[in-house]
């Protein structure tokens, strides 16, 4: 981490961070693979320490063996990788190494074979027996409001039977794999440099926004990359406003290059007119865009930028920070403060725009942010436009859009997904 700062003010409903950090020393790859503008790249954030201690606990391991050196034998799947071929696979490491970066546990609803294994292991009569109608056929109604209602983390689960103990691998066998958080670079990476004295340090940009959730003890529960990339933020910020270069702490952020050929990547363009539309932290990518086109275009009357924030006097992201006279491009759509509008709202204000994008030869429209809410009313906004300027039905209007769609002219990305890989586990101890 070569340097963070908060983007957000105090009082804003979410914080979000920016980072820049220093990738000099990245391993090179096969191929021509490369950090590129709009690319996303991949956090594997560990779980919390707390949370994993509290796991600990609940299934009563003795603080002795938690740190001590076991082998790990795999039966098949990639687990406890992402990636690689499927096969079994043996490897020291020790149970915090496993509940820290492997399994998730705080992300997923609970399953039926978690309850399953739950239930083998449980000792009070009246648990066991819960614990086997929610794995049941009888009852799947109750499951099923389970994964639905508010969320369940596994310590929640543990404390809510606690006469069930089952070994930790039987309990890691029915977790789902904790995955990379995937976050989009918020700069042109092919011109950001930090001079010192031996050359130019190559640095990436992004920006995370904590993801907060309501924690049964009381209080919010933050998510596992934002969570973690905040606590490395705030040591970072710290050591700043203590007058202590942040590089003196080595904090690092476990990384890798992820998804380079995302259709942000992959459908930007260096030329022809383009309208970005992003809310909160779906603004970042778009100001990578910005940067590059400065780079051989003046962009004035060929780049629009929609900007959803809540108050501008909180959470405006990047405020003077694009490179170029911002009033000239941006428009900026508060849900809280001003108008009290939303980014499809300045869709329809733009129909102009929005019709000649949709029509142009080398037009774009991007959007990122949320896919419900956000991205849902920015298509019907693009439809209402589509039938009045077009003179289009209802009908026809969204087939219109779904062909711009399919010619690469329309571009929504919301979060992105990785399926969770399966996999069989046995251990044994050394």
């Known amino acids: 981490v070569h340097h963070a700062r908060e ?43 707390e949370v994993v201690n509290e796991v600990f606990d609940l299934l009563g391991i003795p603080r002795f063996v938690r740190d001590k050196q076991i082998v790990l034998k795999t039966t098949g799947g990639r687990w406890p ?16 190494e496993l509940l820290t970066w492997c399994s998730d546990l705080q992300s997923y609803p609970p399953s ?30 109750a499951f099923c409001d389970l994964r639905t209602g508010p969320h369940l983390t596994i310590p929640q689960i543990l404390s809510a039977f606690p006469s069930s103990q089952p070994p930790l691998h039987r309990l890691i066998s029915v977790l789902s794999t904790l995955m990379p958080r995937f976050y989009s670079l918020s700069q042109d990476p092919m011109i950001s440099c930090q001079r010192d004295g031996s050359g130019c ?44 270069n942040p590089l003196t702490l080595d904090l690092r952020v476990p990384m890798f290059r992820g998804l380079m050929a995302n259709p942000l990547a992959r459908e930007f363009c260096m030329d022809g007119p383009m309208m970005l539309i992003g809310s909160g932290v779906g603004i970042a990518p778009f100001r990578g865009f910005v940067h590059r086109r400065l780079r051989s275009d003046n962009i004035t009357n060929k780049v629009w930028v929609v900007q ?19 009033d000239k491009i941006k428009t900026i759509v508060q849900s809280r403060g001003g108008q009290h509008e939303y980014v499809q709202d300045a869709v329809r204000h733009q129909a102009d725009i929005v019709w000649f994008l949709l029509n142009a030869l080398d037009g774009r429209i991007f959007v990122c942010g949320s896919a419900k809410g956000m991205g849902e009313g920015v298509e019907r ?36 997904f990785l399926s969770i890989l ?9």
């Open 112 to 141: 039926k074979p978690l309850f399953r294994v739950l239930a083998e292991y449980a000792h009070a009569p009246n648990e066991k027996k819960i614990l086997q109608y929610l794995a049941s056929a009888q009852g799947q109604a």
């Open 7 to 49: 983007l957000t003010k105090a009082g804003a409903e979410k914080r979000t961070y920016h980072f820049d950090l220093d990738v000099t020393d990245y391993p090179e790859e096969s191929g021509t693979v490369d950090f590129v503008v709009g690319g996303a790249i991949g956090v594997c954030a560990p779980n919390p320490e």
């Open 381 to 416: 906004a693009i439809v209402d436009v589509v039938i009045d300027k077009g003179n289009l039905n209802g009908e026809e209007a969204w087939g219109f859009l779904e062909g711009k769609k399919k010619e690469g002219v329309y571009i929504a990305v919301s979060n992105f």
């Open 81 to 96: 990788t992402i990636w690689g071929d499927e096969m079994p696979r043996e490897l020291i490491t020790t149970r915090r």
């Open 201 to 244: 340090r190559r640095l990436i940009e992004m920006a995370v926004t904590v993801h907060e959730t309501p924690n049964w003890r009381g209080g919010p529960r933050k998510g596992v990359g934002s969570g973690f990339m905040e606590r490395v933020a705030q040591k970072a910020i710290a050591a700043t406003s203590n007058g202590i």
């Open 308 to 326: 959803g924030i809540r108050d501008s006097l909180l959470d405006e992201l990047y405020s003077g920070d694009w490179g170029v006279q911002e």
């Open 422 to 430: 399966g996999f069989d586990m046995s251990w044994t101890m050394t």
